[in-house]
């Protein structure tokens, strides 16, 4: 059984950054694609970023570019989210999942993973 923990969360000033962790156990990380989603208050669950087993692609949706880069760490068995210029609107439970592929298309990274997380609350607000 596959357990992922999120962590990394809080208060964040607008403009400001935070660095939220995955910490994957019960299996090699890199047998895994892992993937970064999250949900604000009122709106579905959205794909961020994922990152592929084995060689480890990375790969974005098309509006979260440039301010979010994910990562992964084999020894620590961890994936990361880096997050910069944060604002009000990403306030929100952020998940991180796995799956055995990056489920992708139309620019966007799809919620269709195996495993999930129980999310880490994210807050921009001054």
């Known amino acids: 059984q596959v357990q992922l923990v999120e962590s990394g969360g809080g208060l964040v000033q607008p403009g400001g950054s935070l660095r939220l962790s995955c910490a994957i156990s019960g299996r090699r990380l890199d047998y895994y694609a892992i993937g970064w989603f999250r949900q604000s208050p009122g709106k579905e669950r959205e794909g961020i970023s994922c990152?592929?087993?084995?060689?480890?692609?990375?790969f974005y949706t098309d509006s979260m570019k440039g301010r979010f880069t994910i990562s992964r760490d084999n020894a620590k068995n961890t994936v990361d989210l880096q997050m910069n210029n944060l604002q009000p609107e990403d306030t929100a439970v952020y998940y991180c999942?796995?799956?055995?592929?990056?489920?992708?298309?139309?620019?966007?990274?799809?919620?269709?993973?195996?495993?999930w997380g129980k999310g880490t609350l994210v807050s921009v607000s001054s």
């Open positions: 990152i592929s087993s084995g060689d480890g692609r990375t």
């Open positions: 999942a796995a799956n055995s592929f990056c489920a992708l298309g139309s620019g966007r990274i799809y919620l269709s993973m195996r495993y």
